[in-house]
């Protein structure tokens, strides 16, 4: 899980020599392994339910159902229609942040801060990061985020690293609500045999099969995990006078890998300076003890069973109305093959008549409406109990067809969508803090970023974290002077990318422009009208009012310089 290579102890434990006592040894990681057995007995639950979930999204569900009789069951897909329109709401907001400072002095590094942060979501490719997430988060309740330092990342020079971390993997404490108030965290992840030992020669000769310590779910394809071996990232927090302190340890069966407290480059400041796990839980229905949700799946799958029984017998009843069925006698005078064969003309019959006593009919009882109902009625509940009613699919059901009108009903059904996007913006907000953090830690070296500016325009600059260390601040008169970190909070918004706010854009731009917003001799109105808005593209469209101006009143540096003195 960790890609830090910050030190070349990771790689050999003979680094470690002259360094203080060793704070973790075998015996501490035998304690740690007992610890984590504790956490996975307490956690299996949950995963068994995951695993399921897994597998009704699949449309699987009947897998684990089919017994007997239901070995021919037949399933719908509209559970996973409803979690495919949550997923589309998801999508459509897409979290973007910005930066506020809590001083006027910070106002700078906070903007610069603005235009950073995006930088390296799209270097992590955040669209793809948040998709996956947003499907963890529907299917079992709670998606996982992974915020850490890659120092291997840019050819050395390190960078950010942000994931998503399958649920399956992490294990904290039972009982908490707050994941950063677990005592430990442990992530277990599969490693192949002969890249650990050719990472860690040591390890050569203790190494054997996977011991099982993870679920995995039922792959479409046969997973061999033999040759492979479960490698754990152990993170816990100790406390040190008023601090506390977040360490880090990694190890294969009892054989220690590295151990930030045995590093004299962290065993006093931690392996984090931010002294947070770096992870994330935003999870979707909360559950009371437990940084874990419950999701979609959970609720609709009792409805989607039913739906799938009636449904089958319905159709299994159409299936028997629509072919005729006979009786016919052992003994009788008709020949049941050139009677079966539809393409025969003629069919052979024994004696000089055929009574109803050689071959008769099967009657058939079709089944009453009322079932069809109870169908449509079962359909409507896992609408209903989903919010994934018609109106916010866009049909237009009950004769409504004024486009204003049908927003507004999508607008009124999308309540739930608005909920749960408000605690996806939470959790984004917690990621942007923590990589902030990190940015203090580790910016160390000058890289150049790519900042859109406040005109619209991409500019290119560098960027570290000398101001983020610390900034000088007098006090009592100036004469004594004190490095301030500087603090900063984070404001999530959504970044609206679906084909209707696109459509709303094109038509605020015409608006603007019949409005006489581009009008130069209207230029000062206009700004001011537009410093009072939030809307897409705010500053672009500033920056074109702005340009108008200067080219109505001279152009050139004339222009510009009389612009800035207004």
Same mark, same amino acid.
């Not at 684990?64 to 409803?82: A, C, D, I, T, V």
């Given at each position: 899980?960790?890609?830090?290579?910050?030190?070349?102890?990771?790689?050999?434990?003979?680094?470690?020599?002259?360094?203080?006592?060793?704070?973790?040894?075998?015996?501490?990681?035998?304690?740690?392994?007992?610890?984590?057995?504790?956490?996975?007995?307490?956690?299996?639950?949950?995963?068994?339910?995951?695993?399921?979930?897994?597998?009704?999204? &699949?449309?699987?569900?009947?897998? $684990?159902?089919?017994?007997?009789?239901?070995?021919?069951?037949?399933?719908s897909?509209?559970?996973?229609?409803?979690?495919m329109?949550?997923?589309?709401?998801?999508? %459509?907001?897409?979290?973007e942040?910005?930066?506020?400072?809590?001083?006027?002095? #910070?106002?700078?590094?906070?903007?610069?801060?603005?235009?950073?942060?995006?930088?390296?979501?799209?270097?992590? +490719?955040?669209?793809?990061v948040?998709?996956?997430?947003?499907?963890?988060?529907?299917?079992?309740?709670?998606?996982?985020?992974?915020?850490?330092?890659?120092?291997?990342?840019?050819?050395?020079?390190?960078?950010?690293?942000?994931?998503?971390?399958?649920?399956?993997?992490?294990?904290?404490?039972?009982?908490?609500?707050?994941?950063?108030?677990? &005592?430990?965290?442990?992530h277990?992840?599969?490693?192949?045999?002969?890249?650990?030992t050719?990472?860690?020669?040591?390890?050569?000769?203790?190494?054997?099969? #996977?011991?099982?310590?993870?679920?995995?779910?039922?792959? %479409?394809?046969?997973?061999?995990?033999?040759?492979?071996?479960?490698?754990?990232?152990?993170?816990?927090?100790?406390?040190?006078?008023?601090?506390?302190?977040?360490?880090?340890?990694?190890?294969?069966?009892?054989?220690?890998?590295?151990?930030?407290?045995?590093?004299?480059?962290? $065993?006093?400041?931690?392996?984090?300076?931010?002294?947070?796990?770096?992870?994330?839980?935003?999870?979707?229905?909360k559950?009371?003890?437990?940084?874990?949700?419950?999701?979609?799946? %959970?609720?609709?799958k009792d409805?989607?069973? /039913?739906? %799938?029984?009636?449904?089958?017998?319905?159709?299994?009843?159409? *299936?028997?109305?629509?072919?005729?069925?006979?009786?016919?006698?052992?003994?009788?005078?008709?020949?049941?093959?050139?009677?079966?064969?539809?393409? &025969?003309?003629?069919?052979?019959? +024994?004696?000089?008549?055929?009574?109803? /006593?050689?071959?008769?009919?099967?009657?058939?009882?079709?089944?009453?409406?009322?079932?069809?109902?109870?169908?449509?009625?079962?359909?409507?509940e896992?609408?209903?109990?989903?919010?994934?009613?018609?109106?916010?699919q866009?049909?237009?059901?009950?004769?409504?067809?004024?486009?204003?009108?049908?927003?507004?009903? $999508?607008?009124?059904?999308?309540?739930?969508?608005?909920?749960?996007?408000?605690?996806?913006? +939470?959790?984004?907000? $917690?990621?942007?803090?923590?990589?902030?953090?990190?940015? *203090?830690?580790?910016?160390?070296?000058? &890289?150049?970023?790519?900042?859109?500016?406040?005109?619209g325009?991409?500019?290119?600059?560098?960027?570290?974290?000398?101001?983020?260390?610390?900034?000088?601040?007098?006090?009592?008169?100036?004469?004594?002077?004190?490095?301030?970190?500087?603090?900063?909070?984070?404001?999530?918004?959504?970044h609206?990318?679906?084909?209707?706010?696109?459509?709303?854009?094109?038509? #605020?731009?015409?608006?603007?422009?019949?409005?006489?917003?581009?009008?130069?001799?209207?230029?000062?109105?206009?700004?001011?009208?537009?410093?009072?808005?939030?809307?897409?593209?705010?500053?672009?469209?500033?920056?074109?009012?702005?340009?108008? *101006?200067m080219?109505?009143?001279?152009?050139?540096?004339?222009?510009?310089?009389?612009?800035?003195?207004?």
């Amino acid at each position: 899980m960790e890609k830090n290579n910050r030190n070349k102890t990771e790689k050999k434990r003979e680094d470690f020599s002259g360094m203080r006592r060793a704070v973790i040894g075998e015996e501490e990681i035998r304690e740690a392994v007992k610890t984590l057995k504790k956490y996975k007995a307490a956690k299996t639950n949950l995963d068994e339910r995951v695993i399921e979930n897994e597998n009704w999204f &699949r449309m699987r569900h009947w897998q $684990q159902l089919r017994r007997g009789e239901n070995k021919n069951r037949k399933q719908s897909g509209w559970l996973f229609n409803s979690i495919m329109n949550k997923h589309a709401d998801l999508m %459509d907001s897409i979290p973007e942040c910005s930066v506020l400072p809590r001083e006027e002095n #910070d106002r700078r590094e906070a903007d610069r801060l603005s235009g950073v942060l995006p930088v390296i979501l799209e270097r992590n +490719n955040w669209m793809t990061v948040y998709s996956d997430a947003s499907y963890s988060k529907l299917k079992t309740g709670t998606a996982v985020y992974s915020v850490l330092w890659d120092s291997s990342a840019d050819g050395g020079v390190g960078e950010i690293s942000i994931n998503n971390t399958d649920i399956l993997n992490i294990f904290w404490e039972p009982g908490i609500r707050d994941i950063q108030k677990s &005592r430990n965290i442990f992530h277990v992840d599969l490693a192949d045999n002969d890249i650990l030992t050719e990472e860690y020669p040591f390890l050569e000769g203790t190494l054997g099969n #996977d011991s099982g310590e993870i679920f995995s779910y039922n792959y %479409d394809n046969n997973v061999d995990t033999s040759g492979k071996s479960c490698v754990v990232d152990w993170y816990y927090k100790k406390k040190k006078g008023n601090r506390t302190l977040l360490h880090y340890c990694k190890f294969v069966n009892t054989t220690l890998l590295y151990a930030s407290e045995n590093d004299p480059a962290y $065993q006093d400041r931690g392996w984090y300076e931010h002294g947070m796990y770096p992870f994330v839980f935003d999870a979707l229905f909360k559950e009371e003890g437990t940084p874990v949700g419950f999701g979609f799946i %959970d609720i609709m799958k009792d409805a989607q069973e /039913e739906i %799938d029984i009636l449904g089958n017998e319905i159709i299994r009843n159409a *299936r028997l109305g629509a072919r005729k069925r006979y009786f016919t006698r052992i003994d009788g005078a008709v020949n049941e093959e050139e009677f079966a064969d539809f393409n &025969r003309d003629f069919v052979h019959v +024994n004696g000089s008549s055929i009574g109803e /006593e050689s071959i008769r009919e099967i009657g058939f009882t079709p089944l009453s409406s009322v079932y069809i109902t109870v169908l449509n009625n079962k359909i409507a509940e896992l609408k209903e109990t989903s919010g994934n009613r018609d109106f916010t699919q866009g049909s237009t059901v009950g004769g409504v067809t004024s486009g204003v009108a049908i927003n507004a009903l $999508q607008e009124a059904g999308n309540k739930i969508s608005r909920d749960m996007i408000n605690a996806t913006y +939470n959790a984004f907000s $917690q990621i942007c803090t923590i990589a902030i953090e990190l940015i *203090r830690q580790f910016y160390t070296i000058p &890289r150049s970023v790519r900042i859109l500016g406040s005109d619209g325009e991409w500019q290119y600059s560098l960027y570290d974290n000398s101001v983020l260390k610390g900034v000088l601040s007098d006090n009592d008169f100036g004469l004594f002077p004190e490095l301030r970190a500087p603090v900063f909070d984070v404001k999530v918004k959504a970044h609206k990318q679906n084909a209707f706010s696109r459509s709303m854009q094109n038509s #605020d731009a015409l608006n603007f422009y019949s409005m006489g917003f581009f009008d130069p001799e209207k230029a000062v109105q206009s700004l001011a009208c537009m410093e009072l808005m939030d809307i897409e593209n705010k500053e672009k469209i500033k920056s074109v009012i702005s340009k108008n *101006r200067m080219q109505y009143e001279g152009g050139g540096e004339y222009g510009k310089d009389r612009l800035l003195r207004e």
